[in-house]
């Protein structure tokens, strides 16, 4: 069982940025491919940043050079660092963990960015 926090979130005006963190507990986080999601009102949730254990990360082409995607087994974080963010980076992000061997996959609760001026 994982149980996953999401923080960092906020109103951050365009251009800025901010940094996303996600917490797990519960499970050995090594066994799993982490990632962040996120949903704007009125839209379906998308997959924005990936990271597997050892793999290569991936991005949606929407946030490809402004968001960047890390981990720390160790610590158990996941971190996702929004730089030049834009209007419509607007939405809920939500943290997932997810491991195809155990055929388990997690979700947090999710964290609002709100990007206006």
């Known amino acids: 069982q994982v149980q996953l926090v999401e923080s960092g979130g906020g109103l951050v005006q365009p251009g800025g940025s901010l940094r996303l963190s996600c917490a797990a507990s519960?499970?050995?986080?090594?066994?799993?491919?982490m990632g962040w999601h996120r949903q704007a009102p009125g839209k379906q949730r998308e997959l924005v940043a990936q990271?597997?254990?050892?793999?290569?990360?991936n991005y949606a082409d929407s946030v490809k050079g402004r968001l960047t995607i890390s981990r720390d087994n160790v610590k158990n974080t996941v971190d996702l660092q929004m730089n030049s963010l834009k209007p419509e980076d607007t939405a809920i992000y939500y943290c997932?963990?997810?491991?195809?061997?155990?055929?388990?996959?997690?979700w947090g609760q999710g964290t609002q960015v709100t990007v206006s001026s």
């Open positions: 519960g499970s050995t986080l090594s066994l799993y491919i």
């Open positions: 990271i597997p254990g050892g793999g290569t990360t």
């Open positions: 997932n963990a997810e491991s195809h061997w155990l055929n388990k996959h997690y």
